[in-house]
Structure formats: C-alpha cells, structure tokens
C-alpha cells in the first residue's frame, strides 16, 4: 500500500500537468527511492530494501505527532496566559518549553484508577479507540510531492471514513465509566460527530470536485502554478469557513466542547478517567486538532505550496529543478509552509478558545441542521455549475 | 511464499476469525451493549476484508457508513433507553433456542453446500485499486441509476417517518389508534427553579432528585 507505482505517478503527473497552466512542475524529493537504491545497491533485494523502508515513515509521522501535541500544547499555555495577561509557564526551561514535558511526565506517573463498579475492559479500550483512527488518519497528509506515508487513492475520505470512529470510543468511555455525566457526554460527543461530518463531507466534496480525486497530493497539485493566487480559499471561500467550523467541532474545541463542558457535565466522558488513559484522550484531542489544522493547510491554504510558485523563482537562480541540492531546498520549503500554515490555523483555533463562549447544545445542532448543512449543499452546487461554466479557472 | 503474499495470508486469516468470532458474540452475548459494540468490530474486519482484496473505496465506505453511522445509531439508541431490569422469562425458551439454533445451522448447511458446489474462478478478475472510484461512479449514473435513486427514495421514505413520529404534536389524534395523542411532552411546563413558599412544594421538588441517584 505505501508504495507510489510508476502507473500512479505516470498518471499523477499527468493530472497536474492537466489542471496546471504553468508547465512544469517540481517532481520533488522522493525519499523511499532513494533510500531503497541505497539498500539494492548494498546487495539487498528490492522486497527486503521495503520492508526495511516501511518503518521509518510510519515512526518518523508518529514521532512527528506527538512532538507537534508539546508544541501544541505550549502554544496553548502560553496563548491563553497572553489573552488574559498573565505570563504563562516560564521556569521550565526557556520561556516554559518544557511544561509540556512535565505535564506529560505527572500524568504518567499519576495513579491509574478503575472506579468499583465502571466495565474494565470497556473503560480500557475507550481511549485508545479514540486515539488511534486519529494517528492512522496521518497515512493521507503530505508535506511534499512524495513525502507522506502512502498515497492512497481514496486519500481524504480514508480521513472521513477513519474520523467517524471515534464516536465509538467515545461512547464506549461514556457508557463504561457508569457516571451519568460520562454517559451525556458519550452521547453528546457521539450527536456532535454525526451532525457535523455531514457539512464536512460535502464541503470536502466541493474541494474533491475542483481536483477530480480523493488523493491528497492531487488536491495539492492542482493548487499550485500561480502561487498564493491558485490556492483552494479564493474559489472556496465557504467551503472554507464550513470546513474549518466542522473540524472544530469535530475535535471538541471550545465553541463547540459540549461534550466535556465542565460547568455542566464535570469533564463529560473524561470525569472518571486519570493517569495514562486520560493522557490518551488529552493526546488524542490536541492530535486531531493539529491533524484538522494540516488537512485544512492541505485542501484550502496550498498544502506545501510557497505563497510564489517554486519552479519560478528555482528558474531566476538558474538552476535545474531536479538538481539535488535544489530538490533538498524545495522539499524543506515545503515542509516548513505545511506546517506553517497548519499552526497559523492552531493558533486562530486557540485564540477563538480563549475568547468565544460556548453554544447551547440546541444551538450547536441548529447551527449543523439548519445552517451549515444548506449552506454546503449550495456551495456544493455553486461549484458544480461554477466548474462547468469556467472549467479553466475551476479544474476541468 | 513472498513476505507479502505470506503478510496477506495471515491478514485474511486474522480478519476471518475476527468476524466469525465477532459475529458469534453479537448473537450470543446477553449483554446488549457488548454485541453492539462486538458488531462495530466486525464491520471493521469485513472493511479489512475488502482492503485485501483491493478495494479501499469499499473499504472506506463501509468504515463511514456501518461503523460511523449505523453502529453509533445502535449504541446511540441502546445507550438512550439502557434501563436495567430483568426481563421476565420467556416460557420455553430452551425449546426456542434449539429451533432457532436449527434453522440457522440450516442456512449455515445450505451456503457451504453453495460455496462448495459453485466452480468459482480462480484467480478472479484483476482488482481496478484506485479506478475504482471512478467506475463504482460510472456504475452508478448509468446502469444502477433505478436501484441508486429507489434506495434515496427509500432514505426519504425513513426520514418522512422520522419526522412523523417525532413531530406527534402537529396530530391531535395518534394516527395508528384514532386515540387523542399525548402532547405533554411538549406542553408540560417547567418546574420553577426557585420556589417562594417553603412547604409542601419543597417536597415535590426534592422526590425526583431522589428517584434519580438510587
């Protein structure tokens, strides 16, 4: 599954060069080949050279998450302290950067307690069915034309079908803690994840509709060629602002955290859980957030993109695009863009926490029933004759 | 035998003993809770089932549409009304588990004998992987149109009925028993949440809190 064909790739190229006016578009830095040359060049066999290569994408993205939850979780700290002036951690280490750390650390060494009369197993398997559709959902983004786990034809609806899981985790931790507010929150969490993937489906749609495929790397490349000027938000302003509600609703954040509301249900599904297993939740949630900030990078705001086209301005210096030295650089700027502007999204996420009271939950349905839903069908419309009235502007 | 084939053989047979035990749970458990949340994991086998075999649309679709939404509409209405209390016995019911117990082994009988006396064959056509999607779509505008648009015909039929009964307060009489429908639910008036005089409503005030934190 992790391998890119040459038939994929044949026929990707061919899409991009399709949608892109530009001409030529930088192949990329494509790591597996050559680490895999590396290897057959040393003796081994191509079959042995993968298995040796399937690990480290899968380790180096896990890795990846969970120092992007610190960094997350720092921002967090500080950005709240800043928004009501006060100073925030700042004696671990340099400016608190390592509060994070000793968060994670006391509650790893807290007390893992199962109430009397909770379901063991059940109460277990909760968090860890929360957390891990979320780190899987990492399979589909990219931070460069070859660089993500697996490319996988059905690209962001793997995201969609995964993120439709953890409902299950939750109410199974709901249902198990035998807490009645754990059990509103379960079905309160469970309510707030159907109404809301509805929206976020269609507004992915839209997005799908522009590029012809789910695969997350076509959705990108069919962005670039003009720079900042042929990124997704432009023809897909509404989509835009459904997308980015629905995620936040999705991953509990404030305006919509009705499910671990605490002046209303304690923490909700969390009430009962502490030490490790309640670690998995606080993961899980900062995971998903950081993972809805990258996919919103990626489908509106040009994924890896430079806000000016790379090809153009690798063409004034003259060089080759395919030179090493210049495909190490391109690959760099990609990654540093992606995860730029997925941190810009985090630190609007944070800021509308610390600033935005919480919806009803009657207001919260309404707002997904009878607001959203319409709003993306119509988008959805809109760009269907949008795209067979200018073909050219809207991916043919 | 290749790393991968020999990764896939015992994939298949993972995933097999998954949703056979699996599905032997949801029937035979007797706690509801537990065969529900049993039949979410046989969907995701059954969805791995289609991973090995190509079809990561399929796959995909039936995680989103079985384990996203028909399951946690299960456990979603299991969990609203999961009362405790002891249902009373059905009389012979040893005699109803061993005649449902043989009319399934007789299904069970009947598709081996079908499995085995189908010549089916081997190796089946070439998987499309990520084409797929854009056949499944052609299928579906084409040929299948009839089936695909009576199946939301269907889904509208589910809803209108969903609305009906939710709605009751728009009827001034149940429409299956012609008797004056209930519309206390909606009408009922608050409890006031601070009462003027100490006295007997106190106590009216105070017995469902008691009746709810046994």
Redo the contacts between chains.
């Keep these: 599954m992790v391998t890119v064909t040459a038939g994929l790739q044949a026929s990707l190229l061919a899409t991009t060069t399709a949608a892109t006016t530009a001409g030529v578009v930088a192949p990329g830095l494509d790591l597996e080949a050559s680490f895999t040359d590396l290897l057959q060049g040393l003796g081994l066999s191509p079959g042995a050279a993968h298995l040796l290569w399937l690990p480290l994408p899968m380790l180096l993205v896990l890795v990846a998450a969970v120092v992007g939850v610190l960094v997350n979780v720092w921002l967090e700290r500080k950005i709240s302290a800043a928004v009501q002036q006060r100073i925030g951690p700042e004696y671990a280490g340099a400016l608190g950067i390592l509060q994070p750390m000793a968060d994670g650390l006391k509650l790893l060494w807290k007390e893992d307690v199962i109430p009397a009369r909770a379901d063991g197993l059940l109460f277990t398997l909760g968090p860890v069915l929360v957390l891990v559709p979320v780190i899987l959902s990492w399979l589909v983004v990219p931070f460069g034309q070859h660089l993500l786990i697996s490319n996988v034809g059905v690209g962001i609806f793997l995201w969609i079908s995964l993120s439709s899981i953890q409902p299950i985790g939750l109410l199974m931790a709901g249902y198990a803690s035998n807490n009645k507010y754990s059990l509103l929150g379960g079905l309160r969490a469970a309510a707030q994840s159907i109404s809301y993937e509805i929206p976020l489906a269609l507004a992915v749609l839209a997005v799908v509709m522009m590029s012809n495929s789910l695969s997350t790397v076509d959705i990108v490349n069919q962005q670039t060629g003009a720079g900042i000027l042929s990124w997704n938000i432009w023809r897909q302003p509404v989509g835009f602002v459904i997308f980015w509600i629905c995620a936040l609703a999705e991953c509990e954040r404030l305006p919509f955290d009705l499910p671990e509301a605490e002046e209303e249900l304690v923490a909700g599904y969390q009430t009962e859980y502490s030490g490790m297993k309640f670690a998995l939740f606080y993961l899980g949630s900062y995971i998903n957030l950081v993972l809805s900030a990258l996919l919103v990078a990626v489908l509106y705001l040009g994924g890896w993109g430079f806000p000016l086209p790379v090809e153009w301005i690798v063409g004034l210096t003259g060089q080759p695009i395919d030179a090493p030295l210049v495909q190490v650089i391109t690959a760099t700027t990609g990654i540093v863009m992606t995860v730029l502007k997925a941190y810009l999204l985090v630190f609007f996420a944070i800021l509308l926490r610390w600033t935005v009271p919480r919806v009803r939950i009657d207001q919260l349905l309404d707002l997904g029933w009878k607001f959203l839903l319409p709003i993306a069908l119509v988008n959805l419309l809109v760009t269907a004759g949008l795209k067979l009235a200018f073909p050219a502007f809207f991916g043919g | 035998m290749?790393?991968?084939s020999s990764t896939q053989f015992i994939c298949f047979i993972a995933l097999s003993a998954a949703v056979a035990i699996g599905a032997l749970g949801v029937v035979l458990l007797p706690n509801i809770?537990y065969s529900a949340?049993l039949l979410?994991g046989v969907f995701?086998s059954v969805a791995g089932l289609y991973l090995l075999l190509n079809a990561?649309?399929v796959a995909?679709?039936q995680?989103?549409v079985y384990?996203?939404?028909v399951?946690?509409?299960i456990?979603?209405a299991i969990?609203?009304v999961?009362k405790k209390e002891n249902l009373a016995a059905i009389p012979g019911l040893a005699l109803r588990r061993v005649l449902s117990g043989a009319v399934c082994a007789g299904l069970f009988a009947l598709l081996l004998r079908v499995a085995f006396s189908t010549p089916w064959a081997t190796p089946g056509p070439e998987p499309l992987?990520?084409?797929?999607?854009i056949r499944i779509g052609e299928h579906l505008f084409s040929d299948y149109l009839l089936p695909f648009e009576l199946a939301s015909v269907l889904l509208l039929m589910a809803m209108i009925g969903a609305i009906v009964l939710a709605r009751r307060d728009v009827f001034t009489t149940d429409i299956a028993t012609g008797e004056p429908a209930d519309q206390g639910l909606i009408e009922k008036s608050r409890t006031p949440l601070l009462l003027e005089n100490s006295g007997p409503a106190n106590a009216g005030l105070e017995a469902p809190l008691l009746e709810?934190n046994p």
């Design positions: 290749t790393i991968a809770v949340f979410g995701l990561s649309f995909a679709a995680v989103l384990v996203g939404a399951n946690v509409l456990l979603f969990m609203l999961n992987g990520d084409e797929a999607t709810t």
